[in-house]
Structure formats: structure tokens, C-alpha cells
């Protein structure tokens, strides 16, 4: 079984400040994580994914993730944020089994002020 | 760029009516997916299907439903007798399918369904 965990529902911030998601999960076997953004009226975008290469996994728009396997962890990172980055974000596992199905964690709402 | 397309955006009927969802995946994939999102819940794995059939499923996509590839581009979702929980934002995605199970899932904007 496996399951994601994201910390904080919503999180404001300014505009070019740090940004920080936090996800922890929970699996069976050696995970594959991912993080998606959906902006809104548009699809789940991809903006990274750790598939047990680097535990620092870089993505679209100056995002990135580290893997943490003793913390269980796969916090997502922007050192600047801009306006366009305000969006709904989601930690995602996928197990690595051979099934494909994906188990997402509730999301997190990112609002940027001016 | 390449995208997975959904209609309708939105899509209202009354419970026990029949609905189709429909999707075009990306052209040169070969899996294909159905997610649900309930209002204020998780994003939930419906089903995926590959070589015209139903590959995985989840514990929510009982007899109620069913998928099909109607042709070359399209691929449904359909719901026979809709219930009032069945009220959601269904996703459709695609993934070329190549290699291990974790290719990348491409996802559509969603059809909004309401069940009045």
C-alpha cells in the first residue's frame, strides 16, 4: 500500500521569496514520486519526478525536489517565487511494482502576493 | 506541444441517466487512464487500459462503469446509471507506455460532472 501525505493545505507567499511544499509518503517498495501543478481550467501538468536516480530532481519553471528516503520525504522547492507560480500542486507516488496507477496527495494551494 | 483534450468542460445530468465522457489521448501513446476528483477529496485512479482492454482497476469502477476506445482517437468513459456521489471532476490522461510503469501520465483539463 502506498500513500501521500501533504503537509500544509495552503501556503501564501510573497512574491521572490523562497517557496516550500512539503509531501511525505509512505510505501511498500522503492517509490517513484512526482509532483504536478494545475493551474487553473488546465490540466495536471508535470514539473518533476524521482525515479531512483538523483535524489536532487530538478523540474519546469525553476522548481525542484529532493529525495529524502530516511525522512520519507519529497518536499518541493523554488528559491524565488513569481506570480504565475500561484496554482494547486500535488505530491503524487506511483509504487514501482509494474501497476501504474497513481495515489495523489490532497494538494497543496499556493497563493503569491505582490 | 502535444495535448490530452476532454469534452464536454462541463456536463450536467439527472441521476440515472447514462453519461459519456469523452478524451483524446496524445497520438502516440498507448496507455490510457481515468482519474476522479470528488469536490474537496483526493484525486482517486479510476482504471487504465492498454491493447483494448481494461489493465488495472480500482475498487470505485464497479459494473456502474465501463471504457472503450469507440475508433482511433477517442477514449470514453461511461457511466450507466449516474448517482448523486458520482458528482466529481474526471480526468483522463495518457503515457507512451514504453519501459517501466513510471512513464509519465499526461493529463487532460477534466469534464466537471454534476448529478442532480
Known amino acids: 500500500a502506498q500513500s501521500v501525505t501533504q503537509l500544509d493545505s495552503h501556503v501564501s507567499v510573497s512574491e521572490g521569496t523562497p517557496v516550500l511544499l512539503r509531501c511525505n509518503y509512505s510505501?511498500?517498495?522503492?517509490?517513484?514520486l512526482f509532483w504536478y501543478v494545475q493551474h487553473p481550467n488546465k490540466g495536471l501538468q508535470l514539473l518533476l519526478k524521482y525515479t531512483s536516480a538523483a535524489t536532487l530532481v530538478k523540474g519546469i519553471n525553476g522548481f525542484e525536489a529532493e529525495f529524502k528516503k530516511s525522512e520519507t520525504s519529497f518536499h518541493l522547492t523554488k528559491p524565488s517565487a513569481h506570480m504565475s507560480d500561484a496554482a494547486e500542486y500535488f505530491c503524487v507516488v506511483s509504487s514501482n511494482t509494474g501497476r501504474r496507477a497513481l495515489t495523489f496527495g490532497s494538494g497543496t494551494r499556493l497563493q503569491v502576493q505582490p | 506541444e502535444p495535448e490530452v483534450t476532454q469534452t464536454p468542460s462541463h456536463q450536467v445530468t439527472q441521476m440515472g441517466q447514462e453519461v459519456i465522457l469523452r478524451c483524446v489521448p496524445i497520438s502516440n501513446h498507448l496507455y490510457f487512464y481515468w482519474y476522479r476528483q470528488i469536490l474537496g477529496q483526493k484525486v482517486e485512479f479510476l482504471v487504465s487500459f492498454y491493447n483494448n482492454e481494461i489493465s488495472e482497476k480500482s475498487e470505485i469502477f464497479d459494473d456502474q462503469f465501463s471504457v472503450e476506445r469507440p475508433d482511433g482517437s477517442n477514449f470514453t468513459l461511461k457511466i450507466r446509471s449516474t448517482k448523486l456521489e458520482d458528482s466529481a471532476m474526471y480526468f483522463c490522461?495518457?503515457?507512451?507506455?514504453?519501459?517501466?510503469?513510471?512513464?509519465?501520465?499526461?493529463f487532460g483539463p477534466g469534464t466537471r460532472l454534476t448529478v442532480l
Open positions: 510505501s511498500s517498495y522503492s517509490p517513484s
Open positions: 490522461a495518457s503515457s507512451v507506455g514504453a519501459g517501466d510503469s513510471t512513464d509519465t501520465q499526461y
